[in-house]
Protein backbone atom coordinates (compact mmCIF):
# COMPACT_ATOMS: atom_id res chain seq x y z
CA UNK A 1 0.00 0.00 0.00
CA UNK A 2 1.64 3.67 -0.47
CA UNK A 3 2.07 5.47 2.66
CA UNK A 4 -0.17 7.24 4.32
CA UNK A 5 -2.44 10.22 4.11
CA UNK A 6 0.23 12.31 5.59
CA UNK A 7 2.59 11.37 2.91
CA UNK A 8 0.36 11.40 0.24
CA UNK A 9 -0.47 15.27 1.65
CA UNK A 10 3.07 16.30 1.53
CA UNK A 11 4.09 14.83 -1.79
CA UNK A 12 0.63 16.63 -3.33
CA UNK A 13 2.22 19.59 -1.79
CA UNK A 14 5.59 19.01 -3.09
CA UNK A 15 4.31 19.08 -6.32
CA UNK A 16 2.06 22.34 -5.78
CA UNK A 17 5.37 23.63 -4.85
CA UNK A 18 7.25 22.03 -7.77
CA UNK A 19 5.23 23.47 -10.43
CA UNK A 20 4.28 26.99 -8.57
CA UNK A 21 8.20 27.28 -8.05
CA UNK A 22 8.83 26.16 -12.04
CA UNK A 23 6.33 29.10 -13.25
CA UNK A 24 8.08 31.65 -10.62
CA UNK A 25 11.38 30.83 -12.16
CA UNK A 26 10.23 30.77 -15.57
CA UNK A 27 8.57 34.62 -14.84
CA UNK A 28 12.22 35.35 -13.13
CA UNK A 29 14.08 34.24 -16.28
CA UNK A 30 11.74 35.91 -18.48
CA UNK A 31 12.05 39.38 -16.52
CA UNK A 32 15.84 38.47 -16.57
CA UNK A 33 15.61 38.53 -20.32
CA UNK A 34 12.91 41.59 -20.65
CA UNK A 35 15.54 43.74 -19.08
CA UNK A 36 18.95 42.41 -20.87
CA UNK A 37 16.62 43.16 -24.04
CA UNK A 38 15.34 46.64 -22.58
CA UNK A 39 19.09 47.65 -21.65
CA UNK A 40 20.23 46.74 -25.06
CA UNK A 41 17.43 48.48 -26.29
CA UNK A 42 18.49 51.67 -24.69
CA UNK A 43 21.91 51.13 -25.17
CA UNK A 44 21.23 50.71 -29.37
CA UNK A 45 18.34 53.85 -29.39
CA UNK A 46 21.48 55.78 -27.50
CA UNK A 47 24.06 54.60 -30.65
CA UNK A 48 21.66 55.72 -32.82
CA UNK A 49 20.57 58.56 -31.75
CA UNK A 50 24.26 59.64 -31.45
CA UNK A 51 25.69 58.50 -34.96
CA UNK A 52 22.12 60.68 -36.21
CA UNK A 53 23.42 63.53 -34.26
CA UNK A 54 27.50 63.05 -35.69
CA UNK A 55 25.16 63.00 -39.41
CA UNK A 56 23.01 66.12 -38.77
CA UNK A 57 26.56 67.67 -37.46
CA UNK A 58 28.25 67.29 -40.11
CA UNK A 59 25.14 68.14 -42.55
CA UNK A 60 25.19 71.55 -40.40
CA UNK A 61 29.20 71.65 -41.51
CA UNK A 62 28.47 70.97 -45.50
CA UNK A 63 25.47 73.78 -45.22
CA UNK A 64 27.49 76.16 -43.29
CA UNK A 65 30.29 76.22 -45.74
CA UNK A 66 28.11 76.47 -48.60
CA UNK A 67 25.89 78.66 -47.34
CA UNK A 68 29.20 80.96 -46.98
CA UNK A 69 31.06 80.41 -49.84
CA UNK A 70 28.11 81.28 -52.23
CA UNK A 71 27.29 84.54 -50.37
CA UNK A 72 30.57 85.16 -48.52
CA UNK A 73 28.23 86.47 -45.24
CA UNK A 74 29.73 85.44 -42.35
CA UNK A 75 26.63 85.23 -40.59
CA UNK A 76 25.77 82.16 -42.63
CA UNK A 77 29.00 80.44 -40.74
CA UNK A 78 27.43 80.09 -37.73
CA UNK A 79 25.63 76.54 -37.83
CA UNK A 80 29.29 75.45 -39.59
CA UNK A 81 31.35 77.05 -36.29
CA UNK A 82 28.61 75.29 -33.60
CA UNK A 83 28.86 72.11 -35.65
CA UNK A 84 32.68 72.84 -35.40
CA UNK A 85 32.42 72.86 -31.77
CA UNK A 86 29.92 69.66 -30.92
CA UNK A 87 31.71 66.86 -32.96
CA UNK A 88 34.64 66.35 -31.44
CA UNK A 89 32.29 65.91 -27.77
CA UNK A 90 29.97 63.86 -29.83
CA UNK A 91 32.52 61.27 -31.80
CA UNK A 92 34.11 60.96 -28.69
CA UNK A 93 30.64 60.06 -26.88
CA UNK A 94 29.85 57.45 -29.94
CA UNK A 95 33.38 55.52 -29.45
CA UNK A 96 32.30 55.34 -26.06
CA UNK A 97 29.25 53.65 -26.47
CA UNK A 98 30.54 51.32 -29.17
CA UNK A 99 33.70 50.18 -26.79
CA UNK A 100 32.05 46.67 -26.53
CA UNK A 101 32.11 46.50 -30.07
CA UNK A 102 35.33 45.62 -31.45
CA UNK A 103 33.80 46.14 -35.55
CA UNK A 104 31.63 49.34 -34.40
CA UNK A 105 34.42 51.12 -32.38
CA UNK A 106 36.64 50.54 -35.64
CA UNK A 107 33.78 52.35 -37.48
CA UNK A 108 33.18 55.11 -34.73
CA UNK A 109 36.86 56.08 -35.06
CA UNK A 110 36.82 56.07 -38.81
CA UNK A 111 34.00 58.24 -38.45
CA UNK A 112 35.57 60.84 -36.38
CA UNK A 113 39.07 60.64 -38.42
CA UNK A 114 36.88 61.38 -41.06
CA UNK A 115 34.87 64.41 -39.66
CA UNK A 116 38.52 65.43 -38.36
CA UNK A 117 40.14 65.41 -41.92
CA UNK A 118 36.95 67.09 -43.74
CA UNK A 119 37.53 69.61 -41.05
CA UNK A 120 41.35 69.92 -41.45
CA UNK A 121 41.95 68.99 -44.97
CA UNK A 122 38.55 70.68 -46.66
CA UNK A 123 36.46 72.75 -44.73
CA UNK A 124 38.49 75.15 -42.57
CA UNK A 125 40.74 75.73 -46.01
CA UNK A 126 38.17 76.08 -48.28
CA UNK A 127 36.01 78.75 -46.02
CA UNK A 128 39.92 81.03 -46.06
CA UNK A 129 39.84 80.59 -49.71
CA UNK A 130 36.70 82.06 -49.65
CA UNK A 131 37.36 84.98 -47.47
CA UNK A 132 40.39 85.79 -49.49
CA UNK A 133 39.04 84.81 -53.03
CA UNK A 134 35.38 83.95 -53.46
CA UNK A 135 35.32 83.20 -56.68
CA UNK A 136 37.85 81.02 -56.51
CA UNK A 137 36.23 79.00 -53.88
CA UNK A 138 33.27 78.29 -56.01
CA UNK A 139 34.96 75.83 -58.39
CA UNK A 140 32.83 72.74 -59.22
CA UNK A 141 35.80 70.94 -58.01
CA UNK A 142 36.13 72.34 -54.47
CA UNK A 143 32.20 71.51 -54.52
CA UNK A 144 32.43 68.08 -56.10
CA UNK A 145 34.99 67.03 -53.14
CA UNK A 146 33.35 68.41 -50.32
CA UNK A 147 30.26 66.36 -51.49
CA UNK A 148 32.32 63.33 -51.71
CA UNK A 149 33.85 63.84 -48.31
CA UNK A 150 30.36 64.02 -46.83
CA UNK A 151 29.00 61.05 -48.60
CA UNK A 152 32.15 59.07 -47.66
CA UNK A 153 31.23 59.86 -43.71
CA UNK A 154 27.67 59.55 -44.06
CA UNK A 155 28.41 55.26 -45.81
CA UNK A 156 30.88 54.60 -42.41
CA UNK A 157 27.64 55.95 -40.33
CA UNK A 158 24.85 54.22 -42.34
CA UNK A 159 27.56 51.15 -41.72
CA UNK A 160 27.66 51.73 -37.72
CA UNK A 161 23.76 52.52 -37.92
CA UNK A 162 22.52 50.04 -40.27
CA UNK A 163 23.83 46.85 -37.51
CA UNK A 164 22.31 48.71 -34.97
CA UNK A 165 18.99 49.21 -36.14
CA UNK A 166 18.94 45.26 -37.09
CA UNK A 167 19.85 44.17 -33.57
CA UNK A 168 17.25 46.71 -32.26
CA UNK A 169 14.94 44.28 -34.70
CA UNK A 170 16.55 41.28 -33.19
CA UNK A 171 16.19 42.67 -29.67
CA UNK A 172 12.49 43.43 -30.18
CA UNK A 173 11.77 40.24 -31.50
CA UNK A 174 13.33 38.52 -28.97
CA UNK A 175 11.83 40.74 -25.79
CA UNK A 176 8.03 39.54 -28.03
CA UNK A 177 9.37 36.15 -27.66
CA UNK A 178 9.93 36.54 -24.00
CA UNK A 179 6.96 38.53 -23.23
CA UNK A 180 4.77 35.69 -24.73
CA UNK A 181 7.03 32.74 -22.73
CA UNK A 182 6.06 34.37 -19.94
CA UNK A 183 2.22 34.58 -20.23
CA UNK A 184 2.62 31.28 -21.62
CA UNK A 185 4.15 29.76 -18.46
CA UNK A 186 2.21 31.50 -16.46
CA UNK A 187 -0.88 30.85 -18.02
CA UNK A 188 0.39 26.59 -17.86
CA UNK A 189 1.44 27.60 -14.13
CA UNK A 190 -1.74 29.09 -12.97
CA UNK A 191 -4.03 25.95 -15.04
CA UNK A 192 -1.41 23.33 -13.37
CA UNK A 193 -2.22 24.92 -10.22
CA UNK A 194 -5.99 25.37 -10.60
CA UNK A 195 -6.23 21.32 -11.68
CA UNK A 196 -3.75 20.36 -9.10
CA UNK A 197 -5.56 21.85 -6.11
CA UNK A 198 -8.69 21.02 -7.22
CA UNK A 199 -7.46 17.56 -7.39
CA UNK A 200 -5.83 17.77 -4.07
CA UNK A 201 -9.09 18.93 -3.02
CA UNK A 202 -11.42 16.03 -4.35
CA UNK A 203 -8.45 13.73 -2.95
CA UNK A 204 -8.90 15.06 0.35
CA UNK A 205 -12.60 15.00 0.70
CA UNK A 206 -13.03 11.57 -0.51
CA UNK A 207 -9.83 10.35 1.52
CA UNK A 208 -10.74 12.42 4.29
CA UNK A 209 -13.73 14.42 5.00
CA UNK A 210 -15.80 12.45 3.45
CA UNK A 211 -15.08 8.63 5.87
CA UNK A 212 -14.54 11.21 8.83
CA UNK A 213 -18.01 12.40 8.19
CA UNK A 214 -19.29 8.68 8.34
CA UNK A 215 -17.11 7.70 11.01
CA UNK A 216 -18.96 10.61 13.35
CA UNK A 217 -22.44 9.69 11.84
CA UNK A 218 -21.92 6.32 13.20
CA UNK A 219 -20.38 7.49 16.18
CA UNK A 220 -23.21 9.12 16.96
CA UNK A 221 -25.48 6.06 16.46
CA UNK A 222 -23.13 4.27 18.64
CA UNK A 223 -23.16 6.67 21.00
CA UNK A 224 -27.42 6.71 20.87
CA UNK A 225 -27.14 2.62 21.88
CA UNK A 226 -26.29 0.88 18.37
CA UNK A 227 -23.23 -1.08 19.26
CA UNK A 228 -24.27 -3.19 15.75
CA UNK A 229 -22.97 -0.21 13.92
CA UNK A 230 -19.26 -0.49 11.92
CA UNK A 231 -17.57 1.62 9.50
CA UNK A 232 -17.00 0.58 6.20
CA UNK A 233 -12.87 -0.12 5.84
CA UNK A 234 -12.55 1.63 2.62
CA UNK A 235 -9.82 4.69 3.82
CA UNK A 236 -6.27 4.90 3.08
CA UNK A 237 -3.34 4.69 5.61
CA UNK A 238 -4.26 6.25 9.34
CA UNK A 239 -7.72 6.77 7.81
CA UNK A 240 -8.06 3.39 7.23
CA UNK A 241 -6.79 2.84 10.69
CA UNK A 242 -9.12 5.36 12.45
CA UNK A 243 -11.78 3.14 11.10
CA UNK A 244 -10.33 0.10 12.04
CA UNK A 245 -10.17 1.44 15.48
CA UNK A 246 -13.65 2.51 15.31
CA UNK A 247 -15.09 -0.99 14.46
CA UNK A 248 -12.60 -2.59 17.52
CA UNK A 249 -13.93 -0.24 19.68
CA UNK A 250 -17.18 -1.05 18.65
CA UNK A 251 -17.17 -4.66 18.94
CA UNK A 252 -15.58 -4.53 22.38
CA UNK A 253 -18.16 -2.18 23.26
CA UNK A 254 -20.58 -4.75 22.33
CA UNK A 255 -18.68 -7.93 23.71
CA UNK A 256 -18.53 -5.56 26.76
CA UNK A 257 -22.75 -4.79 26.67
CA UNK A 258 -23.06 -8.34 26.33
CA UNK A 259 -20.90 -9.29 29.71
CA UNK A 260 -22.49 -6.27 31.25
CA UNK A 261 -26.00 -8.06 30.47
CA UNK A 262 -24.92 -11.49 31.13
CA UNK A 263 -23.42 -10.29 34.42
CA UNK A 264 -26.59 -8.85 35.66
CA UNK A 265 -28.62 -12.09 34.67
CA UNK A 266 -26.03 -14.16 36.68
CA UNK A 267 -26.88 -11.56 39.75
CA UNK A 268 -30.47 -11.68 39.48
CA UNK A 269 -30.35 -15.83 38.76
CA UNK A 270 -27.82 -15.77 42.19
CA UNK A 271 -30.41 -13.45 43.77
CA UNK A 272 -33.09 -15.57 42.99
CA UNK A 273 -31.27 -18.69 43.94
CA UNK A 274 -30.05 -17.39 46.86
CA UNK A 275 -33.66 -16.48 48.02
CA UNK A 276 -35.02 -20.04 47.00
CA UNK A 277 -32.13 -21.14 49.36
CA UNK A 278 -32.99 -19.37 51.85
CA UNK A 279 -36.77 -20.32 51.46
CA UNK A 280 -35.72 -24.24 51.92
CA UNK A 281 -33.58 -23.83 54.43
CA UNK A 282 -36.13 -22.68 56.59
CA UNK A 283 -39.00 -24.76 54.85
CA UNK A 284 -37.31 -27.70 54.93
CA UNK A 285 -35.25 -27.35 58.46
CA UNK A 286 -36.42 -24.53 60.70
CA UNK A 287 -39.64 -24.80 59.97
CA UNK A 288 -39.98 -28.27 60.64
CA UNK A 289 -38.29 -28.58 63.24
CA UNK A 290 -40.55 -25.75 65.04
CA UNK A 291 -44.01 -27.92 63.30
CA UNK A 292 -42.22 -30.44 65.25
CA UNK A 293 -41.49 -28.92 68.72
CA UNK A 294 -44.84 -27.25 68.78
CA UNK A 295 -46.30 -30.75 68.75
CA UNK A 296 -44.55 -31.83 71.39
CA UNK A 297 -45.34 -29.01 73.42
CA UNK A 298 -48.85 -29.66 72.71
CA UNK A 299 -48.11 -33.09 73.60
CA UNK A 300 -46.88 -32.25 76.69
CA UNK A 301 -49.42 -29.96 77.62
CA UNK A 302 -52.32 -32.27 77.50
CA UNK A 303 -49.93 -34.76 79.95
CA UNK A 304 -49.14 -32.82 82.70
CA UNK A 305 -47.26 -35.26 84.93
CA UNK A 306 -45.03 -35.67 81.64
CA UNK A 307 -41.61 -36.61 82.11
CA UNK A 308 -38.59 -33.99 82.36
CA UNK A 309 -36.85 -35.70 80.05
CA UNK A 310 -39.35 -34.36 77.41
CA UNK A 311 -38.82 -30.42 78.22
CA UNK A 312 -35.06 -30.93 77.97
CA UNK A 313 -35.94 -32.55 74.57
CA UNK A 314 -38.11 -29.56 73.55
CA UNK A 315 -35.38 -27.28 74.98
CA UNK A 316 -32.29 -28.58 73.02
CA UNK A 317 -34.61 -28.83 69.80
CA UNK A 318 -35.18 -24.75 70.54
CA UNK A 319 -31.56 -24.52 70.78
CA UNK A 320 -30.43 -26.00 67.84
CA UNK A 321 -33.52 -24.39 66.06
CA UNK A 322 -31.89 -21.24 67.25
CA UNK A 323 -28.31 -22.11 66.06
CA UNK A 324 -29.29 -22.72 62.60
CA UNK A 325 -31.21 -18.96 61.99
CA UNK A 326 -28.01 -18.21 63.24
CA UNK A 327 -26.08 -20.17 60.51
CA UNK A 328 -28.61 -18.47 57.96
CA UNK A 329 -28.42 -15.04 58.81
CA UNK A 330 -24.20 -15.55 58.87
CA UNK A 331 -24.77 -16.29 55.19
CA UNK A 332 -27.05 -13.72 54.01
CA UNK A 333 -24.80 -10.97 55.98
CA UNK A 334 -22.27 -11.95 59.27
CA UNK A 335 -22.88 -9.41 61.98
CA UNK A 336 -18.86 -10.05 62.56
CA UNK A 337 -18.12 -8.59 59.52
CA UNK A 338 -20.43 -5.50 60.50
CA UNK A 339 -19.15 -5.04 64.19
CA UNK A 340 -15.35 -6.32 63.77
CA UNK A 341 -14.13 -6.07 60.30
CA UNK A 342 -12.27 -7.97 57.89
CA UNK A 343 -9.86 -9.09 59.98
CA UNK A 344 -12.40 -11.10 62.47
CA UNK A 345 -14.29 -11.75 60.23
CA UNK A 346 -11.64 -13.77 57.76
CA UNK A 347 -10.81 -15.69 61.06
CA UNK A 348 -14.01 -16.69 62.05
CA UNK A 349 -14.03 -17.92 58.72
CA UNK A 350 -11.11 -19.54 59.49
CA UNK A 351 -12.02 -21.13 62.32
CA UNK A 352 -15.00 -22.89 60.86
CA UNK A 353 -13.76 -23.97 57.50
CA UNK A 354 -13.45 -27.70 57.28
CA UNK A 355 -9.83 -27.29 56.03
CA UNK A 356 -7.47 -26.32 57.90
CA UNK A 357 -6.64 -22.39 57.17
CA UNK A 358 -4.06 -19.38 58.18
CA UNK A 359 -5.22 -16.15 57.86
CA UNK A 360 -2.91 -12.85 57.64
CA UNK A 361 -4.35 -9.77 57.63
CA UNK A 362 -1.56 -6.69 57.03
CA UNK A 363 -4.21 -3.63 58.47
CA UNK A 364 -6.56 -3.10 61.09
CA UNK A 365 -8.39 -0.02 59.63
CA UNK A 366 -11.74 -0.61 58.51
CA UNK A 367 -12.70 -0.67 54.99
CA UNK A 368 -15.81 0.21 53.17
CA UNK A 369 -18.99 -2.26 53.61
CA UNK A 370 -18.81 -2.93 50.02
CA UNK A 371 -15.01 -3.70 50.08
CA UNK A 372 -15.09 -5.70 53.23
CA UNK A 373 -18.48 -7.81 51.98
CA UNK A 374 -16.70 -8.92 48.65
CA UNK A 375 -13.73 -9.92 50.44
CA UNK A 376 -15.50 -12.03 53.00
CA UNK A 377 -17.39 -13.84 50.28
CA UNK A 378 -14.44 -14.32 47.84
CA UNK A 379 -12.79 -16.33 51.29
CA UNK A 380 -15.59 -18.15 52.01
CA UNK A 381 -16.38 -19.39 48.87
CA UNK A 382 -12.48 -20.17 47.95
CA UNK A 383 -12.74 -22.18 51.80
CA UNK A 384 -16.07 -24.23 50.49
CA UNK A 385 -14.24 -25.05 47.25
CA UNK A 386 -11.16 -26.03 48.73
CA UNK A 387 -13.44 -28.20 50.81
CA UNK A 388 -15.64 -29.70 48.67
CA UNK A 389 -13.53 -29.83 45.13
CA UNK A 390 -9.60 -29.24 46.07
CA UNK A 391 -8.96 -32.06 48.19
CA UNK A 392 -6.36 -29.75 49.61
CA UNK A 393 -4.80 -29.88 53.67
CA UNK A 394 -3.69 -26.56 54.07
CA UNK A 395 -5.74 -23.04 52.63
CA UNK A 396 -3.56 -19.41 52.96
CA UNK A 397 -5.42 -16.80 53.51
CA UNK A 398 -3.46 -13.36 52.81
CA UNK A 399 -4.91 -9.87 52.66
CA UNK A 400 -3.06 -6.32 52.76
CA UNK A 401 -3.06 -2.65 51.10
CA UNK A 402 -0.85 -1.49 48.73
CA UNK A 403 -1.28 1.58 46.47
CA UNK A 404 -4.62 2.32 47.34
CA UNK A 405 -5.73 -1.29 46.39
CA UNK A 406 -7.07 -4.26 48.54
CA UNK A 407 -4.85 -7.23 47.39
CA UNK A 408 -6.20 -10.61 48.65
CA UNK A 409 -4.56 -13.77 47.43
CA UNK A 410 -5.80 -17.58 48.46
CA UNK A 411 -3.79 -20.30 47.57
CA UNK A 412 -4.60 -23.97 48.56
CA UNK A 413 -2.25 -27.02 47.88
CA UNK A 414 -5.20 -28.93 46.39
CA UNK A 415 -5.28 -30.81 43.09
CA UNK A 416 -5.97 -27.75 40.85
CA UNK A 417 -7.67 -27.36 37.57
CA UNK A 418 -10.73 -25.51 38.77
CA UNK A 419 -12.89 -24.21 36.01
CA UNK A 420 -14.93 -21.16 36.50
CA UNK A 421 -17.37 -21.82 34.01
CA UNK A 422 -17.89 -25.03 35.67
CA UNK A 423 -20.86 -23.57 38.42
CA UNK A 424 -18.12 -23.00 40.87
CA UNK A 425 -18.99 -19.89 42.19
CA UNK A 426 -16.70 -18.48 40.92
CA UNK A 427 -18.47 -16.56 38.07
CA UNK A 428 -20.46 -14.66 40.83
CA UNK A 429 -17.55 -13.83 42.89
CA UNK A 430 -15.89 -12.38 39.46
CA UNK A 431 -19.21 -10.54 38.80
CA UNK A 432 -18.94 -8.90 42.18
CA UNK A 433 -15.28 -8.02 42.43
CA UNK A 434 -16.05 -6.30 38.69
CA UNK A 435 -19.13 -4.12 40.36
CA UNK A 436 -16.33 -2.46 42.64
CA UNK A 437 -13.75 -1.83 39.77
CA UNK A 438 -12.08 -4.70 40.86
CA UNK A 439 -10.15 -7.53 39.11
CA UNK A 440 -10.27 -11.38 40.08
CA UNK A 441 -7.42 -13.95 38.39
CA UNK A 442 -7.58 -17.64 38.67
CA UNK A 443 -4.23 -19.45 38.29
CA UNK A 444 -5.24 -23.44 38.87
CA UNK A 445 -2.68 -25.50 36.93
CA UNK A 446 -3.94 -29.00 37.50
CA UNK A 447 -2.27 -31.10 39.94
CA UNK A 448 0.06 -27.57 41.53
CA UNK A 449 -3.39 -25.80 43.78
CA UNK A 450 -5.74 -23.01 42.95
CA UNK A 451 -5.15 -19.22 43.54
CA UNK A 452 -7.27 -16.27 43.42
CA UNK A 453 -5.94 -12.88 42.87
CA UNK A 454 -7.92 -10.08 43.90
CA UNK A 455 -7.35 -6.69 43.58
CA UNK A 456 -10.11 -4.20 44.81
CA UNK A 457 -9.44 -0.61 44.61
CA UNK A 458 -10.48 0.70 48.72
CA UNK A 459 -12.94 4.16 48.03
CA UNK A 460 -14.51 5.84 51.19
Known sequence: MI????????????LLMVLVGSGFVVLLISVQGLRASEHQARHTAAVLTSAHQVERLVADLATGQRD???????????????????????????????????????????????VTSYLQDYSMPEIEAARRDPDAARTEAATAEGAQRVAQIRSVLDQLIGPEQQLSVAEQRHSDSV????????????AGSVVLILGFTIYLTRAIVRPVRVTAAMANQLAAGDLGVRVPETGVGEIRSLERTFNTMATS?????????????????????????????????????????ALDVRAIQAAPDAPAEELDKVADGLSATLDELREIARGIHPAILSEGGIGPALRMLAR????????????????PAPIEAATYYVVSEALT??????????????????????RLTVRDDGRGGADPANGSGLIGLDDRVQALGGTLVVESPTGAGTSLAVALPVTS
Not at 85 to 96: C, D, G, R, W
Not at 179 to 190: M, P, S, W
Open 352 to 367: RSKVPAEVTVGFTTRL
Open 385 to 406: NAAKHADASVVLVDADIVDGSL
Open 3 to 14: GGVARRVLVASG
Open 253 to 293: LGAASADVAASRARIVRSADETRRRIERDLHDGIQQRLVSL
Open 179 to 190: ADQAVVAAIVGL
Open 68 to 114: FVITGQERFLQPWQAAQAQLPAQTAALQQLVASSPDELTRAQEVSRS
